[in-house]
């Protein structure tokens, strides 16, 4: 009977140390390794032969070529902007928005005041749960409170007149 419990006792702390485990990095922020980052690594374009070799820029050391991607300009043009206009400030034809987004006001520092912020939620967090039991993601749960009610929201808003016509229809 005792020889029984124990093995029962000892199956059981073999079990939850089993459920302990497992690969988390996906839902890390941080990459805790010094290996590669594989989303980092951008394939070449493919490779052509180009109308007249003498119009080819001389190879730089250290510079790009004409087979490296560039996912900043793609992402641009995919948007409908001009992928010229990288780096040279904000382009004329934006300026009208970037006027009105900024027509409250802007505050320095933003993002590392964000940062600090999103820090202290986290580590306020972990405080409170640490007798976790089985794997959690800690981002998810830290910020599940400030999680929008697609559903509730989109009511809210109907009922104050505003239209929303690319809204699905209710879930009732």
């Known amino acids: ?13 073999f079990a939850v140390a089993a459920c302990s485990g497992g690969d988390k990095t996906l839902t890390r922020l941080k990459n805790p390794n010094d290996g590669p980052d594989e989303f980092a690594i951008t394939p070449g374009l493919p490779l052509q032969e180009p109308t007249s070799y ?4 001389a190879p730089t050391p250290g510079q790009g070529n004409l087979t490296d991607q560039d996912p ?3 992402s641009i043009a995919a ?30 520092g933003i993002r590392s005041t964000l940062r ?19 794997p959690r ?3 998810t749960q ?7 009610d ?11 007149g505003v239209i929303t016509p690319t809204a699905p229809p209710d879930a009732d």
């Open 1 to 13: 009977m005792r020889r029984s419990r124990l093995i029962v006792l000892t199956g059981l702390i």
């Open 54 to 57: 003498a119009d080819l820029p």
């Open 72 to 74: 900043r300009a793609d």
């Open 79 to 108: 948007l409908g902007g001009n992928p010229n206009s990288i780096g040279g400030g904000i382009a004329p034809s934006d300026g009208s928005l970037v006027n009105h987004a900024n027509r409250f006001g802007t505050q320095s």
């Open 116 to 134: 600090q912020e999103d820090q202290q939620v986290r580590n306020a967090y972990g405080r409170r749960n640490l007798l976790r039991i089985g």
């Open 137 to 139: 993601d800690d981002y």
């Open 142 to 148: 830290a910020y599940k409170r400030q999680w929008l």
């Open 150 to 160: 697609a559903q509730q929201e989109q009511n809210r808003l109907r009922r104050s």
